[in-house]
């Protein structure tokens, strides 16, 4: 398999994952597939064996003290690309993992936020920030509602 090959794949192997997060969320098998750490397995080995591919002592040496232009110079080779994307598909995958565990666990919309991290990991985790904050703010839920209005009659009955 060549790198270009093995660049394809992994581009395709995200994606199921990425579509039941986004458009199942609620479905059992999604829950039972983004339990698990298993779809990370084959892409950390993707990455693994293309880390070690890419490695020169140069490269090494270049990147222990990263100056951008030596990154840049790092990143023209085909093999070293190809292992910087596979880093991002892990790394974003994981973040939408994330994402959408909090939007299971909290009830707060997520769909917005794991369709940005899927082609903008940071803007993704920056939305999903912004959709908590927002909806804890100015949303809560009843049960915190009721947990208030609680507090208020504990209060008032203690003066």
Known sequence: M???QLFNIANLFVLPFWALMILLPNWKVTRRVMES???FVPLAGAYLYLFINSITPENAQ???NPQLADIARFFA???AAATGWIHFLVMDLFVG????WQGQKTGIWTIHSLALCLFAGP???LSH???YWT???FFPSSEEKAATVVDKVISSSNT
Do not use: C, F, H, M
């Open 123 to 125: 803007l993704g985790v």
């Open 37 to 39: 750490y298993i779809p």
């Open 97 to 100: 993992r994330w994402i959408y």
């Open 77 to 79: 080779d085909e093999k």
């Open 62 to 64: 270049a990147l222990s």
């Open 135 to 137: 909806t804890k703010t």
């Open 129 to 131: 920030i912004l959709t």
């Open 2 to 4: 060549n790198i270009t």
